[in-house]
């Protein structure tokens, strides 16, 4: 085949830097800028992800690149959605690190910073097993709501359960978020124990309405991971 055929075979990246920050739509589905807030919770998470990991400097250029005022995000105030996109767009060029990278590790580390912030009983009372814990992820988003009423939540639901394994089906309205939730379901299975692989089936757009994650239990945590 030709370069021009393998040019024209190549499709758009979804979670390209440039997108996240200029809220270009993914092919196929609705615009990337939506008009539900997010709470600054989430901005501040990310924040300190950036500062205790690369400095605060980094954080300052991300800002700078993403064209965000704030220093500070106030957890219980709703931003609009464009400025997590921009400063997550921003923080994969400065940081050289793909969108889904820095996505997925968002996730992991949301897990633990919900607990710092103080909303560890949510996460523990999602229940006594991982499975049960999926599958409680949107009471649990009901409840937060009770404390951030403009809350915009994901739904879940988890179909071809085994006892090692399961699919979960993520429906927003946002997009390109998949790579977090990837995180998230690791970050959740770290705090049970287990170590899982989690492939990512597929992703809303051009065919879906949501993303799928398929879920294998590979066993117990090592205790040096
Ligand atoms: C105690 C723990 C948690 C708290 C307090 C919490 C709270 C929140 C908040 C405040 C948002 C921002 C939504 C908005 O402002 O409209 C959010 C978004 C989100 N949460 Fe949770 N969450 C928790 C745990 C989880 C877990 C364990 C998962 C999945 C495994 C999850 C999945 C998501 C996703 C995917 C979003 C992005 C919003 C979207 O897709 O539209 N959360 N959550």
Known sequence: ????????MRRADPYAASRFRSLLPAPGSANIQQENPMYGLVNRALQQLVCASKG????????RQAGVDEEVFMRMDPYPDEVTYRLVGAASEVLDTPVPVLLREF???????????????MLNDLGPTFHEALAALD??????????PSLSPPTFRVTEITPD???LNYYSK???????????VEGLAERFGIAVDVRHAY?????????RFEI?????LAHDS
Do not use: F
Not at 56 to 63: H, L
Not at 107 to 121: C, S
Not at 203 to 211: C, E, L, N, Y
């Open 1 to 8: 085949m030709g370069k021009a055929g393998l040019v024209r």
């Open 165 to 167: 394994s399961l699919s």
């Open 139 to 148: 009471s649990m988003h009901e409840r937060v709501a009770l404390l951030y």
């Open 216 to 220: 294998r239990i590979l066993g117990p």
């Open 203 to 211: 992703a809303k757009g051009d065919a879906q309405d949501h993303d």
């Open 174 to 184: 946002r997009s390109s978020l998949g790579p977090m939730v990837h995180g998230l």
């Open 107 to 121: 996730g992991r580390y949301w897990t633990r910073y919900t607990l710092i912030e103080g909303y560890g009983a």
């Open 56 to 63: 605060e400097q980094a954080w300052i250029e991300i800002r």
